[in-house]
């Protein structure tokens, strides 16, 4: 509704996606603020949750103890950065599949021209960019994760790997998506790397900060 409502208001495909991101993503900011603040917290007690696990190390019942009075410290909550995602992963769905096939999900008969637009370079917005936009996909995409504010996550091997091969495969599907979607996907990047940079010291905590 939200889609095809832009697209009355601007008469052009490409614009009404750009503009439907960003609202989906205001609408979702105080979610992502939350997780981002979570995150950044985790990260800044990952020092003394370490010395406690090598403090405790032969005593796992004192570890959990200590690590419970550490979470309280700092007011983490061990699952407070995984709810907010888990939250939005419906609507995450949902903008997919969406975008992936708008006239199976949007009745409107003006809307079926509006999908098979151009848009600046790219021919028909149904059909995918081989090589633009899934480029950008993947470049935007490895920026994204990897200026994301958590120190803990950018010492892990695991997820340095991660941070790679992801943006290999965004790459990859993109070249098979609908352009619309990987417009989407591109500019979801954009707005997500500005907010790590507006809110950057959203989780520091109080004592700190001052």
Known sequence: ???NFLYGLIGNYGISIIFFTII???LLLPLTFQQLKQTKMMA???P?????QNKYKNDKETLNVKTMELYKEYKVNPLGGCLPLLIQMPIIFGLFAVLREPIKHIADPNFVQAVNESFLWIPN???PDKII???LAGITTYFSMNTASNPGAAQNPSMKMMNTIFPVMILWWGRSFPAGLTLYWVVSNLFQMAQQYVIPKAGTPKEESN
């Open 44 to 46: 800044d007690m990952q």
């Open 24 to 26: 989906v993503k205001l």
């Open 133 to 135: 936009l899934p480029v």
């Open 125 to 127: 917005l149904s059909e």
């Open 1 to 3: 509704m939200l889609l």
């Open 48 to 52: 003394k949750l370490k010395e406690l």
